[in-house]
T-cell receptor, first 109, second 114 residues
């Protein structure tokens, strides 16, 4: 899996959009961009994934740049329950997920 | 969907003792994974099963570690002769083979080796 780079921490005001960046400049054509999050004392939770098109589901939106070298996870209206560590992973089907240290998002009241 | 269940949630043991953890995956999931996580780091892959077959093991999985999934349902992870460096959160996850990108994790077993 290609290496990803994320800021170690971010703050976001409750009710505002949280935009979490991820760099994956060495991503290969077969690798998807995945996002998981881990709330304190729980295991990671799948959020969303995409290849090159932008994706949206009930949890978040994923914006991938045209050159696929970076992406942004958007939580449109962050709540206190969104406080967690967010992992961006460049992953190829059939391989095992490689989690980095992620971004610790703190949603502030 | 009762989720992935792990037991125990916490285990404290003395160096040199053996410990065993159990994971019950989501019932229809045929893949089961074990990960290990230390403070401030993301989870690290240890091993995975498809049904009862153990298909891959990480180099992190030393000879003291053994995992089984006897009937393709629950799994156990045993650590023999524990060392202080084994202290970590041990996470289990499961998935459907056709949806391998969506891992469902349990809440983990926190192991402390004194």
């Amino acid at each position: 899996d290609a290496k990803t780079t994320q800021p170690p921490s971010m703050d976001c005001a409750e009710g505002r959009a949280a935009n979490l960046p991820c760099n994956h400049s060495t991503i290969s054509g077969n690798e998807y961009v995945y996002w998981y999050r881990q709330i304190h004392s729980q295991g990671p939770q799948y959020i969303i994934h995409g290849l090159k098109n932008n994706e949206t589901n009930e949890m978040a939106s994923l914006i991938i740049t045209e050159d696929r070298k970076s992406s942004t996870l958007i939580l449109p209206h962050a709540t206190l329950r969104d406080t967690a560590v967010y992992y961006c992973i460049a992953h190829n089907y059939g391989q095992n997920f490689v989690f980095g240290p992620g971004t610790r998002l703190s949603v502030l009241p | 969907d009762t989720g992935v269940s792990q037991d125990p949630r916490h285990k404290i043991t003395k160096r040199g003792q053996n410990v065993t953890f159990r994971c019950d995956p989501i019932s229809e999931h045929n893949r089961l994974y074990w990960y290990r996580q230390t403070l401030g780091q993301g989870p690290e892959f240890l091993t995975y099963f498809q049904n009862e077959a153990q298909l891959e093991k990480s180099r992190l999985l030393s000879d003291r570690f053994s995992a089984e999934r006897p009937k393709g349902s629950f799994s156990t992870l045993e650590i023999q002769r524990t060392e202080q460096g084994d202290s970590a959160m041990y996470l289990c996850a499961s998935s459907l083979a056709r949806e391998e990108e969506k891992l469902f994790f349990g809440s983990g077993t926190q192991l402390s080796v004194l």
